[in-house]
């Protein structure tokens, strides 16, 4: 039983801290907002530079064998900062399919662009009926030759515009809702059939719609098994959602300090608003409210390595509830002790509200997974 | 970071789960499940039986009875026994008194009290809330003057936690009425069987009696009965309401309800089947556990804190057990009240005599949920704890 992080993690988290105050105000991030696909190349070497990129790779792999408490660290410090940059859906979810279903050809042909920042991912998973039901796939691959042909639309896929490789959930057989028959591709972002619609999203991040028309692909395009990966997908999914949990925390930890240092300096009727009590008890309960999250963070994140999968995806749907619950309260609140300036878009508390909010929504939100946990014969 | 228990901890627990098998009368542990009150001499007869194993006052330091238990120890033991469930320690004596005397009292009154604490053979209250001091406690008015080698004690305490059973009583009274109000408080401690001494039981709402009125006429105490410094009694409150930190969440209480809980709505029917099939009410039940599960969490972070770092600076976490502690104990009330619907409505017609076995599992539920709005009441109001939480952890 040990919630503390050893002398290496320290450092690593040492590290990334100083790199984000250094170069991650919040004037920066709106430049690097106004920038190619809606983030900074230059910030993104930087994560490279420090092997942050290849932080969960395997050391074969030219990674540095990090765990689940290593992409906790690192996702609490984007998260902190409020970073753009596309760690989670090139080092979290396209890393965590390529470390668990890539053929050594395929980690030879992708780690090593991802590791040194010359190439990114991005997840097409979401579809318009399929909201947050893994399984609900519309998209077909169909076996043609030794290779596939995909069709299919593909929805607010995070980092759509500037990825150089998508990977694709498809179906290569059954029906819509058949959790048999899922296969994952590795497409090459213009392979000839894709086209990409891009757009900010309500958070500042960047996504793409993304039509599929015959987009051809040859064998070593498959993941996994290409007729029964959905074990594959929950298991990528959830290392995501433990990673937003991690964000969800950074988030809550700087917006409950920039709300406590506003009330603290903000006056009214002639004092500092933060010595009434209304808005101490509203503060303390945002305190509450962000540790309970980090409980459950780390639970999910230490979760993370159970075997058990059902064990394993029980506990990190918890934690999704949490972090949620929690989120909703910590980001209203933060906006309420703000007052109007709190509504204003040069204010930062309210773009820690918006990511925050997000993060509620991205792969299951609190109803979704308070359900599963219910479902699946609770906690206790 | 590492969320398993070693196996040596792992053992320990079977160890402790075992002997609560073994040991806690039926009858006890039955009471304890259906939410009803214990008599004194069922209290008194498993804290011996505790006591007898060594493990009456597991966390006194090992010269005064006390195991040398490691805090996750402590953790695992709170929790089996609370969620078997088994009575805890009587906290007056045990954890509040024990720990002062020990901390600054003097041999003379280490020698006399602590042996009869563990073994139960004083009963001890608490005698800190006054009819005008509840949440400000610093405001108390009793009295106690010097006369000779006495002490002379005038005034009135309440809601003293079951002083109906009580031989002795730790008591803050004023000693010196010029000084600053925290300044001039002392810790006297002294016979419930004092002459002077009147006991007069306060019914609560949920028809038990659990706290009285407590009051001083003239009540003569040996001037030895002080502990500690005269005049310091506050800094000694202070130093036993921090003293126990994790136990107040009680998350092995509240688990073993919900266990009870997803027993019951197995059994009981609404809409032609077991209402844990009801979504609604199944969801109620899952968040309710997701909470507990944050705060059980929460409570670890702080075991494994003070177990590296000792108890010295408090992780900020731990003012966040109380609150939420109490707040899910609520909740496990409530989903009670909701699973027996319509049938929390009897009194206690039957009593505890057996003659309706079919029926008696939901006497005691509705009086339990009212019982248990206490839980935010008291140790420090909900109000009280936040308070602390903007002030100490937010530096508001």
Same mark, same amino acid.
């Given at each position: 039983?040990?919630?503390?992080?050893?002398?290496?993690?320290?450092?690593?988290?040492?590290?990334?801290?100083?790199?984000?105050?250094?170069?991650?105000?919040?004037?920066?991030?709106?430049?690097?907002?106004?920038?190619?696909?809606?983030?900074?190349?230059?910030?993104?070497?930087?994560?490279?530079?420090?092997?942050?990129?290849?932080?969960?790779?395997?050391?074969?792999?030219?990674?540095?064998?990090?765990?689940?408490?290593?992409?906790?660290?690192?996702?609490?410090?984007?998260?902190?900062?409020?970073?753009?940059?596309?760690?989670?859906?090139?080092? $979290?979810?396209?890393?965590?399919?390529?470390?668990?279903?890539?053929?050594? &050809?395929?980690?030879?042909?992708?780690?090593?662009?991802?590791?040194?920042?010359?190439?990114?991912?991005?997840?097409?998973?979401?579809?318009?009926?399929?909201?947050?039901?893994?399984?609900?796939?519309?998209?077909?691959?169909?076996?043609?030759?030794?290779?596939?042909?995909?069709?299919?639309?593909?929805?607010?896929?995070?980092?759509?515009?500037?990825?150089?490789?998508?990977?694709?959930?498809?179906?290569?057989?059954?029906?819509?809702?058949?959790?048999?028959?899922?296969?994952?591709?590795?497409?090459?972002?213009?392979?000839?059939?894709?086209?990409?619609?891009?757009?900010?999203?309500?958070?500042?991040?960047?996504?793409?719609?993304?039509?599929?028309?015959?987009?051809?692909?040859?064998?070593?395009?498959?993941?996994?098994?290409?007729?029964?990966?959905?074990?594959?997908?929950?298991?990528?999914?959830?290392?995501?959602?433990?990673?937003?949990?991690?964000?969800?925390?950074?988030?809550?930890?700087?917006?409950?300090?920039?709300?406590?240092?506003?009330?603290?300096?903000?006056?009214?009727?002639?004092?500092?608003?933060?010595?009434?009590?209304?808005?101490?008890?509203?503060?303390?309960?945002?305190?509450?409210?962000?540790?309970?999250?980090?409980?459950?963070?780390?639970?999910?994140?230490?979760?993370?390595?159970?075997?058990?999968?059902?064990?394993?995806?029980?506990?990190? &749907?918890?934690?999704?509830?949490?972090?949620?619950?929690?989120?909703?309260?910590?980001?209203?609140?933060?906006?309420?002790?703000?007052?109007?300036?709190?509504?204003?878009?040069? &204010?930062?508390?309210?773009?820690?509200?918006?990511?925050?909010?997000?993060?509620?929504?991205?792969?299951?939100?609190?109803?979704?997974?308070?359900?599963? $946990?219910?479902?699946?014969?609770?906690?206790? | 970071?590492?969320?398993?228990?070693?196996?040596?901890?792992?053992?320990?627990?079977?160890?402790?789960?075992?002997?609560?098998?073994?040991?806690?009368?039926?009858?006890?542990?039955?009471?304890?499940?259906?939410?009803?009150?214990?008599?004194?001499?069922?209290?008194?007869?498993?804290?011996?039986?505790?006591?007898?194993?060594?493990? @009456?006052?597991?966390?006194?330091?090992?010269?005064?009875?006390?195991?040398?238990?490691?805090?996750?120890?402590?953790?695992?033991?709170?929790?089996?026994?609370?969620?078997?469930?088994?009575?805890?320690?009587?906290?007056?004596?045990?954890?509040?008194?024990?720990?002062?005397?020990?901390?600054?009292?003097?041999?003379?009154?280490?020698?006399?009290?602590?042996?009869?604490?563990?073994?139960?053979?004083?009963?001890?209250?608490?005698?800190? #809330?006054?009819?005008?001091?509840?949440?400000?406690?610093?405001?108390?008015?009793?009295?106690?003057?010097?006369?000779?080698?006495?002490?002379?004690?005038?005034?009135?305490?309440?809601?003293?936690?079951?002083?109906?059973?009580?031989?002795?009583?730790?008591?803050?009274?004023?000693?010196?009425?010029?000084?600053?109000?925290?300044?001039?408080?002392?810790?006297?401690?002294? #016979?419930?069987?004092?002459?002077?001494?009147?006991?007069?039981?306060?019914?609560?709402?949920?028809?038990?009696?659990?706290?009285?009125?407590?009051?001083?006429?003239?009540?003569?105490?040996?001037?030895?009965?002080?502990? @500690?410094?005269?005049?310091?009694?506050?800094?000694?409150?202070?130093?036993?309401?921090?003293?126990?930190?994790?136990?107040?969440?009680?998350?092995?209480? #509240?688990?073993?309800?919900?266990?009870?809980?997803?027993?019951?709505?197995?059994?009981?029917?609404?809409?032609?089947?077991?209402?844990?099939?009801?979504?609604?009410?199944?969801?109620?039940?899952?968040?309710?556990?997701?909470? *507990?599960?944050?705060?059980?969490?929460?409570?670890?972070?702080?075991?494994?804190?003070?177990?590296?770092?000792?108890?010295?600076?408090?992780?900020?976490?731990?003012?966040?057990?109380?609150?939420?502690?109490?707040?899910?104990?609520?909740?496990?009330?409530?989903?009670?009240?909701?699973?027996?619907?319509?049938?929390?409505?009897?009194?206690?017609?039957?009593?505890?005599? @057996?003659?309706?076995?079919?029926?008696?599992?939901?006497?005691?539920?509705?009086?339990?949920?009212?019982?248990?709005?206490?839980? #935010?009441?008291?140790?420090?109001?909900?109000?009280?704890?936040?308070?602390?939480?903007?002030?100490?952890? *937010? @530096?508001?």
């Amino acid at each position: 039983m040990d919630f503390d992080l050893n002398e290496e993690q320290r450092l690593l988290k040492d590290s990334i801290d100083g790199l984000l105050t250094d170069s991650y105000d919040f004037e920066s991030r709106k430049k690097y907002m106004m920038e190619k696909g809606g983030w900074s190349k230059t910030v993104w070497l930087k994560l490279a530079e420090q092997g942050l990129l290849g932080l969960p790779f395997a050391e074969a792999d030219g990674g540095f064998g990090g765990g689940g408490v290593e992409t906790m660290i690192v996702m609490e410090a984007l998260g902190k900062a409020l970073v753009l940059e596309p760690y989670l859906a090139t080092v $979290v979810i396209g890393g965590g399919f390529l470390r668990h279903a890539g053929t050594d &050809a395929q980690k030879a042909a992708h780690v090593p662009g991802i590791i040194d920042g010359s190439k990114t991912l991005a997840f097409a998973q979401l579809e318009k009926n399929s909201r947050y039901d893994l399984f609900d796939v519309a998209t077909t691959a169909k076996k043609k030759g030794d290779g596939w042909v995909i069709d299919g639309e593909k929805f607010v896929v995070l980092n759509g515009e500037n990825a150089d490789t998508l990977i694709v959930t498809a179906r290569t057989k059954g029906e819509r809702r058949d959790k048999a028959g899922i296969g994952v591709f590795l497409v090459p972002a213009n392979a000839k059939g894709v086209t990409k619609k891009s757009y900010p999203t309500q958070d500042g991040l960047h996504a793409a719609d993304i039509t599929l028309t015959g987009v051809e692909i040859g064998p070593d395009a498959v993941l996994g098994n290409p007729e029964d990966s959905l074990a594959l997908i929950e298991r990528v999914v959830d290392e995501a959602r433990v990673a937003l949990c991690a964000e969800a925390v950074g988030l809550m930890d700087e917006s409950l300090k920039t709300t406590v240092e506003y009330i603290k300096t903000r006056k009214q009727f002639g004092v500092a608003i933060g010595s009434f009590q209304s808005l101490q008890h509203r503060a303390s309960d945002m305190f509450v409210a962000a540790e309970q999250a980090r409980s459950m963070s780390m639970f999910a994140t230490m979760a993370g390595d159970f075997e058990n999968a059902k064990e394993r995806s029980n506990a990190i &749907a918890a934690a999704k509830v949490q972090i949620g619950k929690s989120l909703k309260f910590v980001g209203q609140q933060a906006i309420q002790l703000h007052g109007g300036i709190g509504m204003t878009m040069e &204010a930062k508390i309210g773009h820690y509200f918006k990511r925050l909010t997000m993060i509620e929504n991205s792969f299951g939100d609190t109803d979704y997974h308070q359900r599963r $946990v219910a479902d699946g014969g609770g906690l206790i | 970071m590492d969320l398993a228990f070693t196996k040596e901890e792992q053992a320990f627990r079977e160890e402790v789960r075992q002997f609560f098998r073994d040991n806690v009368p039926p009858d006890t542990r039955r009471k304890m499940v259906e939410g009803r009150h214990l008599s004194k001499d069922e209290m008194v007869t498993w804290w011996r039986i505790l006591n007898k194993k060594g493990w @009456g006052v597991s966390h006194w330091p090992k010269q005064y009875g006390g195991t040398g238990w490691t805090s996750v120890q402590h953790y695992i033991f709170n929790e089996e026994l609370q969620s078997y469930p088994a009575p805890q320690p009587l906290a007056f004596g045990v954890s509040m008194v024990g720990p002062v005397i020990y901390t600054f009292g003097n041999e003379e009154q280490k020698k006399q009290y602590l042996p009869r604490i563990a073994n139960v053979d004083d009963w001890w209250c608490q005698g800190f #809330s006054e009819p005008g001091s509840g949440s400000d406690l610093a405001s108390l008015k009793t009295k106690a003057e010097r006369k000779g080698d006495k002490w002379i004690i005038n005034g009135q305490k309440t809601w003293t936690t079951l002083a109906q059973h009580a031989d002795m009583i730790f008591c803050l009274c004023r000693t010196d009425p010029g000084a600053k109000k925290q300044m001039g408080i002392s810790f006297i401690v002294f #016979s419930m069987k004092s002459k002077g001494v009147t006991v007069r039981p306060i019914q609560t709402i949920d028809g038990g009696v659990e706290v009285n009125e407590v009051f001083f006429d003239d009540v003569e105490v040996p001037v030895e009965n002080l502990i @500690g410094e005269e005049n310091k009694g506050w800094d000694y409150a202070k130093f036993l309401l921090g003293n126990e930190r994790t136990g107040i969440a009680r998350v092995g209480v #509240s688990k073993e309800r919900l266990r009870r809980i997803r027993d019951l709505a197995g059994k009981v029917e609404s809409g032609g089947k077991p209402i844990i099939q009801d979504a609604a009410f199944r969801e109620k039940l899952a968040a309710c556990e997701i909470e *507990l599960k944050a705060l059980e969490l929460t409570q670890l972070r702080v075991v494994a804190d003070e177990g590296k770092h000792g108890k010295g600076k408090p992780n900020p976490a731990s003012s966040v057990l109380k609150i939420k502690g109490s707040e899910i104990q609520q909740t496990t009330t409530e989903l009670l009240m909701e699973v027996i619907g319509p049938f929390a409505a009897p009194y206690d017609v039957h009593g505890d005599d @057996g003659s309706n076995e079919a029926m008696d599992w939901t006497a005691q539920i509705a009086p339990s949920y009212f019982n248990n709005r206490k839980v #935010s009441i008291y140790g420090g109001s909900n109000e009280i704890q936040r308070n602390i939480i903007a002030k100490a952890v *937010l @530096g508001l």
